[in-house]
């Protein structure tokens, strides 16, 4: 299965999939990466590995049906067909959802519906989960639908929070936790080993 990656920043998880990919681990294609932030690490991640990458955003498009329409198009050209966000910070199109549903996966870092929803990214989560004490956090690895942080949950893994933990702290265990297992869950979706049934998951990302 061909797959498009998109990401706004560092890349980590991309790179993960790439890692995979050379290792022989995952299965999956990556055919292109699609980034909104020209000058984001990502894309050098992406020449490295020879992966096409494309810089769409939706600051071009004078209206969201063209940027639609240019996101369509590039990945119909490149026959994908699952989007992996890795770190995308634009909201995507909702016609871009209907067109992809159930194939688009996102990751979240922390375990929702906990900390979740706008304005819950990046550090703000893990702030939010020291500020509350909680014990645990973790990943959500879930598909896209027209709500933020929401839709069928792929796979859920947790991290232990420790009473003298930075939010910095959290955030590197929690990144960790992302990178041992992102990539399994896109491998077992390419792998059709994931299917939802009446908005729930079916199979396991092992
Ligand atoms: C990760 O923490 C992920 O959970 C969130 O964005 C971050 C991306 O990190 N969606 P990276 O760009 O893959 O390093």
Request: hydrophobic residues 40%; proline residues 3%.
């Amino acid at each position: 299965m061909k797959i498009a990656v998109f990401a706004s920043g560092g890349g980590s998880n991309f790179q993960q999939l790439i890692d995979r990919k050379a290792s022989g681990e995952l299965s999956a294609e990556i055919a292109l990466l699609v980034g909104n932030n020209s000058k984001a690490t990502c894309f050098e991640r992406a020449r490295n590995a020879n992966i096409p990458a494309l810089h769409i955003s939706p600051a071009h498009f004078e209206t969201e049906d063209e940027y639609l329409e240019k996101l369509l198009s590039a990945l119909q050209n490149a026959k994908v067909e699952l989007i992996v966000l890795a770190g995308y910070m634009r909201k995507l199109p909702d016609g871009l959802i209907t067109a992809f549903r159930n194939r688009i996966v996102n990751i979240h870092p922390a375990l929702l519906p906990a900390f979740g929803g706008q304005g819950m990214y990046g550090m703000n989560v893990h702030k939010a989960v020291k500020e509350f004490g909680a014990k645990i956090t973790g990943i959500t690895i879930h598909f896209v639908d027209e709500e933020y942080d929401h839709g069928a949950i792929v796979a859920q893994c947790s991290v232990p929070v420790y009473s003298e933990d930075s939010a910095e702290d959290i955030a590197t265990r929690v990144l960790k936790c992302e990178h041992a297992n992102y990539w399994r869950a896109v491998d077992a979706i390419s792998r059709g080993s994931i299917t939802v049934e009446d908005g729930v998951v079916r199979g396991s990302i092992d």
